[in-house]
């Protein structure tokens, strides 16, 4: 059982280039979410989905896209990035326990930095 | 707005001295609360959720309803205990937290 794991680990992107993030999960949970780190800003929510084919705008969503077309996957897409982009990215998963709420398992986090 | 506050950027103690955290909430109804820790270069995790009432690693939380606080507290921080915290709300019914800045600590030998 992996969890949750996020490829790649580190990447250098000239502005403008784009890529995409991966995310896998193997515990099942419907709900899967990105994020991203900066210093002194802690984790602000880039876009999140409920379940498969569905996804929604977290806090800070500009410059990003999504999709989930398996339950298992979460794809954060840069289509032209840029130096604001430079940061942590983290996904991570939940799932409902009744009466205990939502609890995240995080991915390793990919280290993104635009030049 | 929902709004989370951990006004504290950085707390920095000495081994064996005690360390609270601080979090202040803003939310309506009675939010589900989280602490979530992250060690250096490694992945955030659950440290605890208020309503299982657990104390983990010696830390335990309280919930303050009246001033809308949710402090993590230990009585002797240990070296091991270096890390970011993050305080993380989730509304009733929600499945979206809302994380605070964190605080880094720092203990020092």
């Known amino acids: 059982n992996a969890g949750v794991t996020q490829t790649p680990k580190f990447r250098v992107l000239k502005t403008g280039q784009s890529m995409t993030l991966l995310c896998a999960q193997d515990m099942n949970h419907e709900y899967m979410y990105w994020y991203r780190q900066d210093p002194g800003m802690g984790l602000r929510l880039i876009h999140y989905?409920?379940?498969?084919?569905?996804?929604a705008k977290g806090e800070v969503p500009d410059g990003y896209n999504v999709s989930r077309l398996k339950k298992q996957n979460f794809l954060l897409g840069l289509e032209s990035a840029a130096p604001s982009q430079t940061s942590v990215y983290f996904c991570?998963?939940?799932?409902?326990?009744?009466?205990?709420?939502?609890?995240?398992?995080f991915g390793p986090g990919t280290r993104l930095t635009v030049t | 707005a929902q709004r989370v506050t951990q006004p504290e950027k950085l707390l920095s103690v000495f081994k064996g001295a005690p360390v609270e955290l601080k979090c202040n909430y803003s939310?309506?109804?009675?939010?589900?609360l989280f602490w979530y820790v992250q060690y250096s270069r490694q992945r955030l995790q659950l440290l605890l959720r208020h309503i299982s009432r657990e104390s983990i690693k010696g830390f335990t939380a309280d919930l303050n309803k009246g001033e809308t606080s949710f402090h993590l507290k230990k009585p002797f921080a240990q070296e091991e205990d270096s890390a970011m915290y993050y305080c993380?709300?989730?509304?009733?019914?929600?499945?979206?937290?809302?994380f605070g800045r964190g605080t880094s600590l720092i203990v020092h030998p």
């Open positions: 989905s409920v379940g498969e084919g569905t996804t």
């Open positions: 939310y309506s109804g009675s939010p589900e």
């Open positions: 991570a998963s939940s799932y409902s326990i009744p009466g205990q709420g939502y609890e995240q398992y």
């Open positions: 993380a709300p989730v509304g009733r019914g929600s499945y979206i937290p809302t």
